[in-house]
């Protein structure tokens, strides 16, 4: 079989992904594989090891948390699944990959961190933050909002840059997101509303840089634009609400809602107030 170059099998794999994926699910993968192509890009595909694949997660990642470590390598053993079921390989030098696991995503904030992240925030991050607070949206899909897509309290988003793209992805407003969704769409009449200081639309890594900024100014470990989603989801559930409508309310299916939150159920305070 011909020898395939990292280089060239990681180009040929994120013109499938721009084809056949979200700009998200496009990014996540340009970001950890235009990583691994610059210092293994001439490398013959095949020779990619386990132990290889390990040592550059240590030297590159070795100081971040584990969910960045194990998308990192995720990304890497998905390159050579595709590339043998494309037939480029007979079979992934990475079979065995024992990766790490990810840390977990229930990070919770609460109301005194949500407070000292809005004081620590310059305006653009707090709306960004505030917004996130009142509707439990994602941040890529924060990030993509453009005034057109704004409606009677809420914004829809069209079907090709919603979660798997086969439905159109609705966010719902409450007052206060509401009003700062006219106000950035009066100020950006085109594009995405949200922007950072400088007037450039929010790009994922400036979006999590402005976050580290934030909580290491606030003084709140763990806090990330993904943390004030699963909060808000957490918080409807605490507050009573059936699985199925905040499910509708965060573009996610009751499954997932049920599986992923599972530790609503352990709240004893909650239990114990229900029943009296």
């Known amino acids: 079989m011909k020898t395939v170059l990292v280089g060239r099998m990681i180009d040929l794999f994120m013109s499938h992904v721009a084809d056949s994926s979200s700009p ?7 970001r950890w594989l235009g990583e691994f192509r610059r210092e293994h890009g001439t490398r013959s595909l095949a020779n990619i090891t386990p132990a290889l694949l390990h040592r550059w997660i240590a030297k590159r990642y070795g100081e971040a948390t584990a969910s960045t470590q194990h998308a990192a390598g995720r990304s890497v053993v998905r390159l050579c699944n595709w590339a043998v079921a494309e037939g480029r390989l007979a079979v992934s030098p990475l079979k065995g990959f024992r990766n790490c696991a990810p840390s977990s995503r229930e990070i919770l904030l609460s109301g005194a961190d949500y407070a000292a ?29 453009e005034a057109d897509w ?16 086969k439905t159109r992805r609705v966010i719902y407003l409450d007052p206060m997101a509401a009003a700062i969704a006219a106000r950035l ?8 509303i949200f922007r950072n200081r400088a007037g450039r639309a929010w790009t994922r890594f400036a979006l999590a840089a402005a976050f580290q900024a934030a909580r290491d100014k606030a003084g709140v470990p763990g806090a990330c634009a993904y943390a004030i989603r699963h909060t808000w989801i957490t918080r409807m559930l605490e507050r009573g609400v059936g699985a199925a409508t905040v499910a509708a309310l ?9 599986r992923v939150y599972s530790h609503v ?3 004893e305070d909650r239990l114990r107030a229900i029943v009296g």
């Open 24 to 30: 998200a699910t496009r990014d996540w993968y340009g």
């Open 117 to 145: 992240l809005i004081k620590a925030s310059p305006q653009e991050l707090r709306d960004v933050i505030k917004f996130l607070w009142h509707t439990g949206a994602r941040p890529q899909e924060l990030r993509a909002i």
């Open 150 to 165: 704004i409606g009677d309290r809420k914004i829809t988003l069209p079907r090709a840059i919603s979660k798997g793209g």
């Open 185 to 192: 769409a009066e100020k950006h009449n085109t594009g995405p």
């Open 250 to 258: 965060a573009g996610n299916s009751p499954a997932i809602v049920l």
């Open 265 to 267: 159920a352990d709240n």
